[in-house]
């Protein structure tokens, strides 16, 4: 069975420092995909970033960067330079490429203070 | 990429009646899913609407319950059905193209039942 664990419930981060986001996660497949999103309190999912398996390079996409750990099948999130528009509910996620489903974690509310 | 269209954005229903929520999509996608956001909660899938054929749902989750229809490849509702306080959640619909890209979400349906 797949599972994602986020342990950091809720986070705090000073305006324009850096903050991480931890994520592990368990499968047996060797074939799967990570994904970060960010939950406003609007409610809309939002795609940040994305890892495969088999990528050697840690993913990038603008101030976000993915801490792919796989011996430790850890999948870190982290954010530099926070802004205030950053606060949000953050959920690391993962998907097997045999499967169709996407596993979700608990979320971590992350609130960044001027 | 895909962009999905959700509506209503938002309810507030009677308990002990049924609200149906649509999910369009700007193109054909084979994999269209729901699930469910309960109060500070993560996503759970409820079912994988399937064109074609019944949809498939996961434990928990019963057809008469949350029926879904799914009459082509860019369109699907779910009905939540015999609605109770326990229904309010955020309802998101949700595709995926490829094995290894990211799932697109609408923008989610807020549902109180009062």
């Known amino acids: 069975a797949q599972k994602i664990t986020q342990t950091q419930p809720g986070m705090f981060v000073q305006e324009k420092e850096a903050v991480t986001l931890d994520c592990t996660y368990d499968?047996?497949?060797?074939?799967?995909?990570l994904f970060w999103y960010k939950q406003p309190s609007s409610g809309e999912m939002i795609f940040l970033i994305y890892?495969?398996?088999?990528?050697?390079q840690n993913a990038t996409e603008g101030r976000y960067s993915l801490n792919f750990q796989k011996a430790r099948k850890s999948a870190n999130l982290v954010i530099s330079a926070s802004q205030l528009g950053d606060s949000a509910m953050y959920f690391c996620?993962?998907?097997?490429?045999?499967?169709?489903?996407?596993?979700f974690g608990t979320g971590t509310s992350l609130t960044v203070i001027p | 990429s895909a962009v999905i269209s959700q509506k209503p954005s938002r309810d507030i229903c009677q308990r002990g009646t049924s609200l149906t929520i649509q999910c369009q999509v700007d193109?054909?996608?084979?994999?269209m899913f729901w699930y469910r956001q309960q109060p500070g909660q993560s996503l759970t899938l409820i079912a994988t609407?399937?064109?074609?054929?019944?949809?498939?749902?996961e434990s928990g989750f019963v057809i008469d319950k949350f029926p879904i229809s799914r009459p082509n490849l860019t369109f699907s509702t779910l009905t939540v059905s015999n609605m109770s306080p326990e229904d309010s959640s955020i309802y998101l619909c949700?595709?995926?193209?490829?094995?290894?890209?990211?799932?697109?979400f609408g923008q989610g349906t807020r549902l109180t039942v009062v």
């Open positions: 193109s054909q996608v084979t994999m």
């Open positions: 499968t047996s497949d060797p074939s799967y995909g």
């Open positions: 890892q495969g398996s088999y990528d050697q």
């Open positions: 949700s595709v995926a193209t490829q094995a290894n890209t990211e799932a697109f």
């Open positions: 609407a399937n064109q074609g054929s019944e949809a498939t749902y």
């Open positions: 996620a993962m998907r097997l490429f045999t499967g169709n489903q996407f596993y």
